[in-house]
């Protein structure tokens, strides 16, 4: 025979089943908080119960390091301010922001483009720690002052604030600057040779051996005719030249400098058909 293993421990006999019913239920045991027996179950669930009974209306649930629940009352301050409507039906939680020293709006001197004005006033506002407005002031700022003189080559015109002086004048004699009151004017001078023209003045078709002129330009650094004269061409005049001795032109010469021709003769004996043949 085979000994009966756990006998009257488990679930195969009444003690058994008893015991293990007894263990489960653990009846009566109010310090145990084991949620795997009925008891255990019970006492955590009161526990919990008996926290809820004593939070406060109206206050919000905190839940410390330890798990344990406690009623915590909701804080304003002069900023922010909360209120919990416990209605059971539909519960509300308000977190408003407090309009307090409401500051007024402040209106700039924004329009820059009064004559002769050097400064402007802007607001300058305060904040506390938390980046609220607290005060206001206005606060005039002084420009720098811009150029007091201008200088040019003729004119001038002196800034109704003061700072520096400031001079255009060119370097060349091709440009001149003018001041005229509040305008700098930048003009190009007149040339500085007599005006004149040089070349032919008319479409011309010149024949061998005439003569006609061309323009020889100088110009400066800077693109300007400095100098204008005159050059003349010569065109070549052609002529012909033939020996007399001879009754056929044996040879044509040019001559490539001047363009002149010379034709060479020379004499030729009879010239005698051997045949003849045609039609």
């Given at each position: 025979?085979?000994?009966?293993?756990?006998?009257?421990?488990?679930?195969n006999t009444?003690?058994?089943?008893?015991?293990?019913?007894?263990?489960?239920?653990?009846?009566?045991?109010?310090?145990?908080?084991?949620?795997?027996?009925?008891?255990?179950?019970?006492?955590?669930?009161?526990?919990?119960?008996?926290?809820?009974?004593?939070?406060?209306?109206?206050?919000?649930?905190?839940?410390?390091?330890?798990?344990?629940?406690?009623?915590?009352?909701?804080?304003?301050?002069?900023?922010?301010?909360?209120?919990?409507?416990?209605?059971v039906s539909?519960?509300?939680?308000?977190?408003?922001?407090?309009?307090?020293?409401?500051?007024?709006?402040?209106?700039?001197?924004?329009?820059?483009?009064?004559?002769?004005?050097?400064?402007?006033?802007?607001?300058?506002?305060?904040?506390?720690?938390?980046?609220h407005i607290?005060?206001?002031?206005?606060?005039?700022?002084?420009?720098?002052?811009?150029?007091?003189?201008?200088?040019?080559?003729?004119?001038?015109?002196?800034?109704?604030?003061?700072?520096?002086?400031?001079?255009?004048?060119?370097?060349?004699?091709?440009?001149?600057?003018?001041?005229?009151?509040?305008?700098?004017?930048?003009?190009?001078?007149?040339?500085?040779?007599?005006?004149?023209?040089?070349?032919?003045?008319?479409?011309?078709?010149?024949?061998?051996?005439?003569?006609?002129?061309?323009?020889?330009?100088?110009?400066?650094?800077?693109?300007?005719?400095?100098?204008?004269?005159?050059?003349?061409?010569?065109?070549?005049?052609?002529?012909?030249?033939?020996?007399?001795?001879?009754?056929?032109?044996?040879?044509?010469?040019?001559?490539?400098?001047?363009?002149?021709?010379?034709?060479?003769?020379?004499?030729?004996?009879?010239?005698?058909?051997?045949?003849?043949?045609?039609?």
């Amino acid at each position: 025979m085979k000994p009966l293993v756990g006998f009257a421990r488990t679930l195969n006999t009444i003690h058994g089943l008893l015991l293990e019913i007894n263990n489960f239920l653990e009846y009566g045991n109010e310090t145990t908080r084991n949620t795997s027996t009925v008891q255990g179950t019970l006492n955590t669930l009161n526990d919990i119960i008996a926290k809820i009974e004593i939070l406060d209306c109206g206050h919000f649930m905190v839940t410390d390091s330890y798990g344990r629940m406690h009623s915590a009352p909701s804080i304003t301050d002069e900023w922010i301010t909360t209120h919990i409507d416990p209605d059971v039906s539909n519960p509300k939680v308000y977190i408003t922001h407090n309009k307090k020293n409401k500051i007024d709006d402040v209106t700039a001197q924004i329009n820059l483009n009064t004559n002769k004005s050097d400064t402007i006033e802007i607001s300058q506002s305060l904040s506390d720690a938390a980046g609220h407005i607290t005060n206001k002031e206005l606060t005039t700022i002084t420009l720098p002052y811009g150029i007091q003189e201008l200088n040019a080559d003729s004119g001038s015109y002196k800034a109704q604030n003061t700072h520096d002086s400031f001079s255009i004048k060119t370097t060349d004699n091709w440009l001149n600057t003018k001041i005229n009151n509040n305008e700098l004017l930048i003009e190009h001078e007149n040339a500085q040779t007599a005006v004149n023209t040089k070349g032919l003045l008319q479409n011309s078709s010149p024949n061998f051996g005439n003569k006609f002129v061309i323009p020889k330009v100088s110009i400066d650094g800077k693109g300007h005719v400095n100098t204008l004269e005159e050059y003349e061409i010569t065109l070549p005049k052609v002529s012909s030249s033939m020996t007399d001795n001879g009754n056929v032109i044996t040879a044509v010469n040019l001559e490539d400098t001047t363009g002149a021709f010379s034709f060479t003769k020379t004499n030729l004996g009879d010239i005698v058909l051997s045949s003849y043949s045609g039609n």
